[in-house]
């Protein structure tokens, strides 16, 4: 089986090294072209250049499109590909179309195999206008769009759309083809597409049609497949795995999607993050496994599983928030911080004082994920806005079960992750949090130890919080604060956090961290660790992140603070 894979890509060139070496290294006889992106930078393809070049089976195409999205280029950068394939003269077998973000998840062996019992069938999308969830249908080319498409809403778009509306405008297809869509990413029989190019080499019309059309890369493959290829030869969808939110987002796969991408009936999956190294690991291991399952014909049945749990969280949508299998068996608060061994720090106090703890921390060792907690939003104080996918307007979805919101934010980033508390922050996981033998709980308290100054402190950040959360219409925020203060008591403070002084808490899972007035290297994060537990910060820093040897040792030291 002759297999070539064509990738379109725009950055990240060393993953695109490592992942056409796997293919080409466990395939029995393989070639890929890969087009990099004319928009990306010049740095970027001499580095893909560099490392590929010594591998005959890896090509670059030379004629570099500026792709974007909406518009021709895609199917262009495509076609410019399959061009150059022409001019290897070698007789391939299937052409498989991926993007820079896909990768395997099945082993390269088993995808010969079904390809070879299903010899001579194309693997695409082949759908009629009702494919589109909502928005534009036939108008999309029946309509002229010289300028492509637009991601959001646009008026002038929308303007041109009406004049031609109104107009009545309806451009008449080439060749009388009938117009299919469907994802750009397919599988196609090496005939077909040198049948292809042949088509649109006698009738240049075709591609001056498509030109002027809105996403032409969702209708210009299928619809030429349409055209040449007998209808019951073509299977109506792909062998690459993806989808959408229900508002158009891709659906990206982080860490914490566990196994699930490797369980779902396709061969390839997208997008896939950069930011995924263990799933980007395990894919690169896994095609070259001898691990072959039966050949069977895939059944492109809608997966009603993934579906379930998408919609769970695409009510309140953001790119890569979604439940996956194992985690929405297991979300049930402490079950899923169990399942979830990545260690993680947790720190409590008053506003003041974290930020004199946090202003110096070092992003090299921690991560400072702020209040993933806080009722205003999602990782306030953090100074970001995502976190690999997780956004801080995700108050909703992170609602729907605040502890396996907490576990996607730990797994999701290399460093140690750092989250703060303060009072007025949802406090029903803190019980849970104090309990997990993996969270490292640090309390920022005066310089003075004083109890009761400390949580006279808490109260006031309480009350601001309650003060800005619900404000009442025609009652000042003094006056509001002036008729909270007298509701409060110490009871509306975590019964964790003060049990702290009274000394009921497990001393070696808890510091306290006593923030001075001053700005002396104390008050140092990093540097508070290293003196506390008598390490070195050469120690922290020499250590691998993914195994996080140094916490292990943090917590059997704590035995020895007095």
Request: aromatic share 14%.
């Amino acid at each position: 089986m002759k297999i070539l894979y064509i990738v379109l890509a725009h950055n990240q060139p060393e993953r695109l090294s490592n992942i056409a070496s796997s293919i080409i290294n466990a395939s029995t006889d393989a070639s890929i072209i890969v087009h990099y992106d004319g928009n990306a930078s010049q740095d970027g393809f001499n580095k893909l250049h560099s490392s590929v070049a010594n591998n005959p089976k890896i090509h670059l195409v030379n004629k570099r499109v500026r792709c974007q999205w909406g518009t021709y280029s895609l199917v262009d950068a495509t076609l410019e590909s399959l061009r150059q394939a022409k001019k290897l003269s070698i007789d391939f077998d299937y052409v498989i179309l991926l993007s820079g973000a896909c990768m395997p998840s099945k082993p390269i062996k088993e995808l010969e195999k079904f390809l070879s019992a299903n010899n001579g069938k194309e693997f695409i999308e082949f759908n009629d206008e009702n494919w589109m969830i909502g928005g534009l249908r036939k108008e999309r080319y029946e309509f002229y769009f010289p300028y492509g498409a637009s991601k959001e809403k646009s008026f002038i778009e929308d303007t041109w759309v009406n004049i031609q509306k109104k107009l009545r405008i309806k451009r008449k297809t080439p060749l009388n083809m009938k117009v299919r869509f469907g994802s750009q990413w397919w599988t196609l029989t090496w005939k077909t597409c040198l049948d292809m190019l042949s088509l649109l080499d006698e009738n240049p019309k075709i591609e001056t049609f498509f030109k002027k059309t809105y996403i032409p890369d969702e209708m210009f493959f299928q619809t030429v497949v349409g055209h040449l290829v007998p209808t019951e030869l073509i299977t109506g969808y792909g062998l690459t795995f993806f989808k959408f939110t229900d508002y158009g987002k891709p659906i990206v796969f982080y860490d914490d999607h566990g196994d699930y991408p490797f369980n779902l009936e396709k061969f390839f999956v997208r997008k896939v993050s950069d930011e995924a190294t263990g799933l980007i690991k395990k894919s690169l291991n896994l095609v070259h496994s001898d691990d072959v399952r039966t050949i069977k014909v895939i059944t492109n049945k809608k997966n009603n599983d993934y579906t379930y749990k998408k919609k769970a969280q695409t009510w309140f949508p953001a790119p890569g928030a979604i439940y996956y299998r194992d985690q929405f068996i297991e979300a049930n608060g402490e079950g899923v911080l169990k399942a979830t061994k990545k260690p993680y720090i947790f720190i409590f106090g008053t506003k003041e004082y974290l930020y004199k703890s946090l202003k110096n921390i070092d992003h090299n060792i921690f991560h400072p994920m702020g209040r993933i907690f806080s009722r205003s939003e999602v990782f306030e104080d953090s100074c970001l806005d995502s976190i690999f996918g997780l956004n801080t307007t995700d108050k909703e979805i992170r609602d729907l079960d605040q502890f396996l919101y907490l576990c996607r934010a730990r797994i999701r980033t290399n460093k140690i992750p750092v989250f703060t508390w303060v009072a007025g922050d949802h406090y029903s996981p803190i019980r849970k949090i104090f309990n997990d033998k993996n969270a490292l709980k640090i309390i920022t308290t005066p310089y003075s130890f004083d109890s009761d100054e400390w949580l006279q402190l808490l109260k006031a950040d309480l009350i601001s919080e309650e003060v800005q959360n619900n404000k009442i219409p025609g009652v000042s925020s003094d006056i509001y604060s002036q008729m909270l203060y007298g509701e409060i008591d110490d009871n509306k403070i975590p019964y964790e956090l003060r049990s702290v002084f009274n000394g009921n808490i497990n001393h070696q899972t808890v510091l306290q961290y006593t923030s001075s007035n001053n700005d002396n290297a104390d008050n140092n994060f990093n540097s508070f660790i290293c003196k506390r537990l008598n390490i070195s910060n050469e120690t922290i820093m020499n250590c691998k992140f993914n195994k996080y040897s140094w916490f292990n040792q943090i917590i059997n030291d704590l035995k020895k603070i007095q």
